[in-house]
């Protein structure tokens, strides 16, 4: 099958807004730190690295004013890699710490770099709280289903019945569906892409770059050493016809080998696969990630498996416009200090308010 | 009718009612009368963590103890003079602090059997002679405020709300009061509600009146105004004047000012006044709990802003891994620790210096970060732009430990002269401070390329450059792996860990060679050999210390006293005075956290004197203690004793 097109053309949403361009050109080298990559062998964190290392050029942003921020697994190695402002910082926190960035500096782009169990595990709260806020950053979820960087417990998004380290005869926790979570945290751009899909992951890159607000993109990405073939239903060219859902705007949602495959409204209110020859083609699903209701991108979120990996959508679930809670905070203090050209003087008025008497 | 007019030098009132009475209300006005009249005056709101405790009951009192004197005074007094109870659980709950021969004043309109039994009377007190050795006057407030605001037309209900003013009125009629400011605030208070503005204005008037016409009060008191040095000022709580101080913190370094915070008692107060003055650049970010606050905190610092958090104990033991980060990544960031007993959520409306070795030690490994404290609400100002130099010029988290005590307490306050004020430079990094020089070429030529290394130090300061985000030529990376001396990469080196351990270490240590000599208060050394006997306090312990050492020394004492402002790292002539006295006294509201740091560092046996009821110190108490350990090191026995009085002496 063909690498889905997602449309960038036209995108709706200034979400650079306020960064300084570049001047001329700049070249994935510019990038790229002086520091040795430390990744295992065949790590799907190099493909998505190598991938944003040539991205981030093609935004014309001044270098100085990106900050990468990540918190503690494997994938939060990412910021030592990119010459580019960064903090490593602790375990599920690079939300909370990229909002303070994020409503402090509007002159910056601001990333957060995060895995499964940094950020839905310690960081939930973190992330669902920065998603309804709507706090211009772009979140990379690198999902690997399995902790790394601990040497192999099952994670929050790991299938149940999981045979880990800590679970020997297999994990009896209910998985996190990281799209799903984040549709009903009131985000306002969601995605899906898959490390071994460089193209698709760079189009879904530049669209939460272009987006305002709380961008989060779930990266599918293989472990080798303790998850090795996690996502092999979507690798393997003898199965990812049928696996993968693309997920293409304005387009009736379609899959399989030759279309074969579609997706309809269920009776029950969600959405279900059918063999599009039994089907009228108007009955498909139009694909519309800008429709102000969540309930379809739910519906649509639900179809990849809880358990072993079969068939999932990739792609852009939801884009809507929201104003962000850093622009509105920022738009209070300049409407409130309006005027204000001597802070010390009003700095005495303030201390000087109240009931006050002299002595003289 | 003339009345008689007594003069006083001090006197100490407390107002008890049910927590929905407007007790604290009342008690904020008489304060601010007395301000405004310019007597000193130190205040105590006490009051339940429930928002409204079961009506009537003993949990459900809330009272409001207010000292105020013609002269400089230290404490809100041990015990009051006057006791006024609006219901009988607020008689009963405050009945033991009362000293016979005081005064009570009661509304007696609750005395009915359903609230007897609710506040535990198993007969009316007001009639069964249990009263008999205080000065008991029993008024129907209740009854006559509602007949004062009838022309209002209110509900019984909300008549009846107005008794707190009748009795503010009848108390500022009694202390001469001056009654402006009162009337001035009501007005604006319910400014959007005509009837209750004008019933309560009426209520306050017709206390006053009251007073002036009833046969039941034939004295009226005169407190005159205190003398103090030139300057214009105010009245301020803790919270109020530490939200103040870190405003003039941002403006005195010109950063914009970043508070990521969560709402807890007592600390919501800062995040409240600083969300009012955006004004001054200042964003307040009310985040998803604790750790977020300062989290984001710590974000805004990274990218220049003036990071602070603020909470109470529990959230400083939530923030504790962010702490230890702000620690590694050597970043500018303010903490703010409003004690409350504790341990877990403790007694979050009651007072408690226990937080110290959480701020010295919550951490895992070696992360020191310096700490300082308030000892006045008024000081919290100070307190806060020391916060902000230390934080600023060494690169680094500070702790500012104050408390519920202080946080609600007030004191009249000078306003500072802004010209007083430090200037704090952020001194941002802009350039590359590092040469790496290549090995010859074939033709010997050396060639220098320039970087920049976020962890090359100041000499002096062993603070390392703060560049920010935007900064071009200085993009670096930052985190919580341990960095390399000078070049800040991730470095596992055994050698290199134990020196950026030890230098994190010197940074802080270097702090005190910024720190002015202590200031030692001992009177007998002026003209006689001096004190033998040393008391060593910090924090909000500062008034009962120095109320209990002037007890001492009037009783004929000699007692030294010092307050330590910064408790990590102390100053350095700390160790000099400790070793001047044969005793040295550390009286704190825990179980002796300072005496262990002391007798850690400085190997000084110290005695501790520890209280921990979530209450501050009483100064009759204290003396006694101190007295005792001046007649145990003179071997003086006999020495004397500081008279059994509840009164504060003139200094």
Redesign the interface.
């Known amino acids: 099958m063909t690498t889905p097109t997602i449309g960038t053309a036209d995108l709706p949403f200034p979400g650079l807004a306020g960064v300084p361009t570049n001047d001329g050109p700049q070249n994935r080298k510019e990038y790229t ?1 002086d ?1 040795e990559v430390r990744w295992c062998p065949g790590c799907g964190d190099y493909a998505v690295l190598s991938a944003v290392q040539s991205f981030l050029p093609e935004l014309g942003l ?6 990468f ?2 918190g ?1 697994g494997c994938s939060s190695r990412f ?2 890699y ?9 375990h599920g ?1 690079a939300p ?6 994020a ?3 509007e ?2 782009s601001v990333w957060v770099v995060t895995g499964d169990g940094d950020a839905l595990s310690i960081g939930g ?2 992330l669902i ?1 920065a998603k309804r806020r709507n706090v211009n950053l772009k979140i990379l979820l690198f999902n690997n289903r399995i902790y790394g960087l601990t040497k192999g417990q099952y994670s929050p998004t790991s299938e149940p019945g999981k045979v880990t380290k800590s679970t020997p005869v297999g994990s009896v926790d209910f998985p996190f569906n990281p799209v799903s979570l984040a549709l009903g945290a009131e985000a306002t751009f969601v995605a899906r892409t898959i490390d071994s899909d460089r193209k698709h992951l760079t189009q879904v890159l530049s669209a939460a770059a272009a987006h305002r607000g709380t961008a989060l993109v779930e990266i599918y990405q293989n472990c080798p050493i303790f998850n090795d073939g996690a996502f092999d239903a979507i690798n393997n060219p003898d199965t990812k016809a049928d696996a993968i859902i693309p997920l293409n705007q304005g387009e009736p949602i379609t899959f399989g080998v030759d279309g074969s495959k579609g997706i309809v409204r269920a009776a029950g209110g969600g959405v279900e696969v059918v063999d599009t020859a039994d089907v009228a083609p108007e009955t498909l699903l139009v694909h519309d990630a800008q429709n102000p209701d969540p309930t379809t991108a739910f519906a649509l979120s639900r179809l990849t498996d809880a358990g072993i990996l079969h068939q999932s959508p990739i792609g852009i679930f939801r884009q809507v416009e929201r104003p962000t809670y850093d622009d509105q ?2 738009a ?2 300049k ?3 309006e005027g ?1 050209d001597d ?2 003087a ?3 008025n ?3 308010g ?7 | 009718m003339a009345k008689q007019v007594q003069q006083l030098d001090r006197v100490i009132i407390r107002f008890a009612g049910d927590s929905g009475d407007g007790m604290q209300l009342t008690g904020d006005r008489f304060t601010q009368e007395s301000a405004a009249f310019g007597n000193d005056l130190v205040t105590f709101p006490n009051f339940p963590a429930e928002i409204r405790a079961p009506q009537g009951t003993l949990p459900g009192v809330s009272s409001f103890q207010v000292h105020f004197a013609d002269h400089d005074i230290l404490t809100a007094g041990d015990a009051p003079d006057v006791l006024v109870a609006m219901n009988p659980a607020a008689l009963k709950a405050n009945l033991a602090d009362m000293k016979p021969g005081t005064a009570i004043i009661v509304d007696s309109h609750d005395f009915n059997a359903r609230n007897l039994t609710k506040a535990g009377y198993e007969a009316n007190p007001l009639e069964d002679g249990s009263l008999a050795e205080y000065v008991v006057t029993v008024l129907d407030l209740t009854g006559m405020t509602v007949e004062g605001v009838k022309e209002f037309g209110l509900s019984r209900k909300d008549a009846a709300r107005a008794k707190n003013m009748f009795a503010l009125g009848l108390l500022s009629w009694m202390y001469g009061r001056p009654t402006e400011t009162t009337i001035a605030f009501l007005e604006k208070r319910f400014a959007k509600v005509a009837d209750i503005r004008d019933a309560n204005i009426k209520a306050f008037k017709t206390g006053w009146n009251f007073g002036e016409t009833t046969e039941a009060f034939m004295v009226q008191y005169e407190v005159k105004p205190a003398p103090m040095s030139a300057g214009t000022y105010r009245n301020i709580a803790g919270n109020l004047a530490l939200a103040y101080g870190l405003v003039a913190g941002g403006v005195a370094s010109g950063l914009p000012i970043f508070l990521g915070t969560y709402p807890i008692t007592p600390a919501s107060d800062v995040l409240h006044e600083l969300s009012k003055h955006k004004r001054f650049g200042i964003t307040t970010f009310q985040a998803e709990d604790e750790i977020a606050g300062v989290g984001a905190a710590l974000g805004a610092a990274f990218s220049g802003s003036l990071g602070i958090t603020s909470t109470s104990g529990p959230g400083i033991a939530l923030k504790s891994e962010t702490i230890g980060l702000a620690v590694m990544t050597e970043l500018p960031l303010i903490i703010i620790d409003v004690q409350r007993g504790g341990p877990s959520t403790g007694l979050p409306t009651k007072t408690e210096q226990a937080d110290l070795l959480q701020a010295m030690f919550g951490r895992n490994g070696e992360a020191p970060v310096p700490i300082i404290a308030p000892q006045s609400p008024g000081d919290c100002f100070d307190a806060a732009v020391e916060a902000t130099r230390i934080a600023v010029t060494y690169r680094t988290p500070v702790m500012l430990l104050s408390d519920g005590y202080l946080a609600n307490g007030s004191e009249p306050w000078r306003i500072p002269e802004l010209s007083e004020l430090p200037r704090i430079e952020p001194n941002f990094a802009t350039e590359h401070n590092h040469e790496t020089r290549s090995k010859p070429d074939k033709d010997g030529v050396v060639s220098v390329a320039s970087d920049f290394w976020p962890y090359l130090r100041d000499e002096e300061t062993l603070a390392r450059p703060w560049a920010i985000p935007g900064t071009p030529g200085l993009e670096h990376r930052i985190g919580g792996l341990e960095k390399g001396n000078g070049h800040g990469n991730i470095s596992y080196d055994p050698a290199n860990h134990d020196f950026m351990v030890r230098t994190r270490q010197a940074k802080v240590d270097r702090i005190a060679d910024s720190l002015p000599p202590l200031e030692v208060d001992d009177p007998s050394a002026i003209d006689g050999a001096g004190a033998r006997v040393l008391v060593l306090g910090w924090g909000s312990t500062y008034g009962p210390i120095g109320a209990a050492c002037r007890r001492v020394r009037k009783a004929g004492g000699s007692v030294a006293q010092v307050h330590l402002r910064h408790l990590n790292p102390f100053p350095k002539d700390l160790g000099d005075i400790l070793k001047r006295y044969d005793a040295v006294m550390i009286p704190e509201m825990n179980l002796g956290q300072l005496s262990l740091l002391i007798r850690a560092k400085y190997l000084v046996d110290v005695v501790g004197y520890n209280q921990v009821n979530g209450m501050p110190l009483k100064a009759a108490e204290l003396a006694e203690a101190i007295s005792d350990l001046i007649s145990t090191t003179t071997g003086d026995l006999d020495a004397a004793r500081p008279s059994d009085t509840s009164k504060e002496p003139v200094k």
């Open positions: 730190s520091q001044r270098r100085e004013n990106i900050v921020i990540s503690i910021p030592y990119l010459d580019t402002y960064g903090m490593h910082s602790i926190r909370a710490i990229a909002t303070g960035i409503t402090a500096r002159d910056l709260n973190h709280h905070a920022r209070q203090i409407t409130a200090s204000l802070p010390m009003a700095l005495a303030l201390i000087n109240g009931d006050t008497w002299t002595i003289l």
